[in-house]
């Protein structure tokens, strides 16, 4: 049986019929219509000599056993964000369910090949991504504060979990399924410009971001629109607008795949009448590189600082979150792009803004690469997300040169 | 009966303890409180041989009739707004009664000399300024719109008004008070920096400014903050940072007196991980002379496409409210200077920001002058606001003088 990448297009469709509405997808974790929309993939998979678990987070495992013990991991998830997309985590799953029917008819695998649908990556319910992964990496750590956590109609996280069987107690029983894995594998939609606008279908991605995010926080005084003096103020919103653009140079001399975003500025008392006392600044950055991302985040503190004394305002800075860049396998990198360069001619290696499933494995220590495929737009966690199927198919295909490129290196040791 | 500028300040306590508490001035026009602060009054100029009227607008009048019927007028307004301070408005109607009781005791003066205390300056309750003098400029025009206003508590303006026996259908008759006006003097606090950062009691009003208030909206795209490179980006934020830092080069190149305020930003989507769709931002623009108001106007403006096409987002002003400048007269302004700098040694000349019941008066063809004395830290619209008693009192001398000046000048033709 010959690969068919049209089928994983049409079950795609199949799927977004079964478990979607007017407004999107609706495969929420841990819900009825995620439920639904497991068991449609569990039958999916039924004629294949696999072996289905679920392991004690909620990861659904289709393991083809091969010749050797070691394994080749493919994964994806197949919840949603409510109002989502077809493709955001759907078509890395099913890209692996063809992927994984094509190895089975070839008949045994030199290296066990497994298909995870990783529980929840989108964290959409109860605002914490990432929770099968992060529990089968073993960096899962907050299962204190989980137990408190309440979706928008006051059920909690452990009740909800708790119907499928997964316990806050006993999820990081999942860390046992990494134990024998030798590559991971993850197809994904870009959810980004960049390819579309190189004119390519298909990229390899070298790891994903690390991020700083801060609120930075200008003082200044009130005072009257009309009768204070140009030189007799103190406005906060000017420290804020210097920094906005200045942002933009950090990035820029911190290289390719730095971004910089100031995305919201409260400013108070934010009325027409008077100078702004107080401009609460969003900020996030991002690089591919520590040492460049530690380096934009002092820029911006000493211009910040600098702003503030030549405005004679104060600044104050809170860190909202941060994590370290998770860089991808360099040898799983070179293959992908091989992979790639024999399906679409071309390839192009990019970081990932946001954060994956991927990540988790590869912070296990797993080796890890991912393939993106083209969005259009850029869109994603809206029912306008869309990627041809020329390129979906295309992205089936590289997937699957690059899982027996894969297996050809685990069962090379 | 020599002037006494220390009794001006010791009743000007009098009326803070009784129509104040612990927040601050509560004399709300059409409220109890402020009808305690009108009786008030009328006892204070009862011992005086002045008529006492109440026009057809709610304004109070104290007419001492001179040897022609050529009035000069002093006024102010008692009313403030709720937590308001115990200067604003009350100085300029209690340093009037002092300069009455003063040219009482001289005799008959030589022109008609009235007080008049304009009802609702600050629009506190309704949220229409100016109620008194704009009637009795005739320049009142929205008496349809103010019939369907209501306050917090539902009651509406006519019914509120009724209770002091003015009538919306009616206020314009109070336009007959300005008939036989030949001159128009107010003192007010600054409610500003100038005077206190230029160690200078008291300084003369040029005239109000003209205000040109816009709100501007700058129009970009969504996009991830991490997945979307640099130069892929339509931050609507940078072209609201861009204009907030180039209308101060604006205001500098308008020359002196000039003042451009961007007193609020909102941005949409708003959150961290957004580059920013929609940034909505409060303009506010003020000079004295139109000309270059206009010209201010129209350099934002520019700005702003400018901007707008380089960061390839759009941008799209809406005018919330205008008004011409408003100019005081030469005349009494050489006068009002002369009497400064005979009481404090050294004058200065400045605008106005905020509007005065001056402003309506002046536009109604009275010449009209505004002594402003120094208030400490600019601070109005609050029970901090302050001045030095030596400075009130000062104010009060500056007032007694220019309105010798005046009345010489009206009677002189």
Request: proline fraction near 4%; charge should be negative.
């Given at each position: 049986?010959?690969?068919?990448?049209?089928?994983?297009?049409?079950?795609?469709?199949?799927?977004?019929?079964?478990?979607?509405?007017?407004?999107?997808?609706?495969?929420?974790?841990?819900?009825?219509?995620?439920?639904?929309?497991?068991?449609?993939?569990?039958?999916?998979?039924?004629?294949?000599?696999?072996?289905?678990?679920?392991?004690?987070?909620?990861?659904?495992?289709?393991?083809?056993?091969?010749?050797?013990?070691?394994?080749?991991?493919?994964?994806?998830?197949?919840?949603?964000?409510?109002?989502?997309?077809?493709?955001?985590?759907?078509?890395?799953?099913?890209?692996?369910?063809?992927?994984?029917?094509?190895?089975?008819?070839?008949?045994?695998?030199?290296?066990?090949?497994?298909?995870?649908?990783?529980?929840?990556?989108?964290?959409?319910?109860?605002?914490?991504?990432?929770?099968?992964?992060?529990?089968?990496?073993?960096?899962?750590?907050?299962?204190?504060?989980?137990?408190?956590?309440?979706?928008?109609?006051?059920?909690?996280?452990?009740?909800?979990?708790?119907?499928?069987?997964?316990?806050?107690?006993?999820?990081?029983?999942?860390?046992?399924?990494?134990?024998?894995?030798?590559?991971?594998l993850e197809l994904h939609i870009e959810q980004g410009p960049v390819l579309e606008s190189l004119g390519l279908p298909l990229g390899v991605v070298l790891g994903t971001f690390g991020v700083e995010r801060h609120q930075v926080t200008f003082r200044g005084q009130a005072a009257h629109a009309g009768s204070t003096p140009?030189?007799?103020?103190?406005?906060?919103?000017?420290?804020?607008?210097?920094?906005?653009?200045?942002?933009?140079?950090?990035?820029?001399?911190?290289?390719?795949?730095?971004?910089?975003?100031?995305?919201?500025?409260?400013?108070?008392?934010?009325?027409?009448?008077?100078?702004?006392?107080?401009?609460?600044?969003?900020?996030?950055?991002?690089?591919?590189?520590?040492?460049?991302?530690?380096?934009?985040?002092?820029?911006?503190?000493?211009?910040?600082?600098?702003?503030?004394?030549?405005?004679?305002?104060?600044?104050?800075?809170?860190?909202?979150?941060?994590?370290?860049?998770?860089?991808?396998?360099?040898?799983?990198?070179?293959?992908?792009?091989?992979?790639?360069?024999?399906?679409?001619?071309?390839?192009?290696?990019?970081?990932?803004?946001?954060?994956?499933?991927?990540?988790?494995?590869?912070?296990?220590?797993?080796?890890?690469?991912?393939?993106?495929?083209?969005?259009?737009?850029?869109?994603?966690?809206?029912?306008?997300?869309?990627?041809?199927?020329?390129?979906?198919?295309?992205?089936?295909?590289?997937?699957?040169?690059?899982?027996?490129?894969?297996?050809?290196?685990?069962?090379?040791?």
């Amino acid at each position: 049986m010959a690969l068919s990448p049209s089928r994983t297009v049409a079950e795609l469709k199949e799927l977004r019929e079964l478990t979607g509405d007017s407004e999107g997808a609706q495969r929420v974790a841990w819900t009825e219509t995620w439920s639904t929309a497991r068991k449609w993939l569990d039958k999916k998979v039924s004629e294949l000599p696999v072996e289905k678990t679920c392991d004690a987070a909620g990861n659904q495992w289709f393991t083809l056993p091969g010749d050797s013990e070691r394994a080749l991991l493919i994964g994806g998830h197949i919840d949603s964000v409510p109002n989502g997309g077809w493709l955001d985590g759907a078509l890395n799953v099913m890209a692996g369910v063809e992927v994984l029917r094509r190895i089975a008819a070839d008949g045994t695998p030199p290296v066990t090949v497994r298909l995870v649908n990783w529980a929840d990556e989108e964290g959409a319910r109860f605002g914490r991504s990432l929770f099968g992964s992060s529990a089968a990496a073993g960096s899962m750590a907050d299962q204190d504060e989980l137990r408190g956590r309440r979706d928008a109609d006051g059920v909690s996280l452990p009740e909800a979990i708790a119907r499928f069987d997964v316990d806050l107690a006993t999820a990081l029983e999942a860390k046992a399924e990494l134990a024998s894995a030798a590559a991971y594998l993850e197809l994904h939609i870009e959810q980004g410009p960049v390819l579309e606008s190189l004119g390519l279908p298909l990229g390899v991605v070298l790891g994903t971001f690390g991020v700083e995010r801060h609120q930075v926080t200008f003082r200044g005084q009130a005072a009257h629109a009309g009768s204070t003096p140009m030189d007799k103020r103190r406005d906060a919103l000017a420290g804020a607008a210097r920094l906005e653009l200045e942002i933009r140079e950090i990035a820029k001399r911190a290289g390719e795949g730095a971004v910089c975003t100031m995305g919201g500025v409260v400013t108070r008392p934010g009325i027409v009448t008077s100078v702004v006392e107080t401009a609460e600044c969003l900020l996030d950055q991002r690089h591919l590189d520590a040492t460049k991302l530690a380096e934009m985040l002092s820029n911006a503190e000493a211009a910040s600082r600098r702003f503030a004394e030549e405005e004679s305002i104060d600044v104050e800075w809170e860190r909202i979150w941060n994590i370290e860049p998770i860089l991808f396998d360099e040898a799983l990198i070179e293959l992908a792009d091989e992979a790639v360069r024999e399906v679409a001619g071309s390839s192009h290696r990019l970081p990932s803004g946001p954060l994956h499933d991927a990540a988790e494995v590869a912070r296990a220590g797993v080796p890890t690469v991912m393939l993106f495929v083209q969005s259009l737009r850029g869109l994603s966690h809206t029912k306008l997300e869309d990627t041809e199927e020329e390129h979906l198919e295309l992205s089936v295909q590289a997937l699957d040169r690059l899982a027996d490129k894969a297996m050809a290196q685990v069962a090379a040791g």
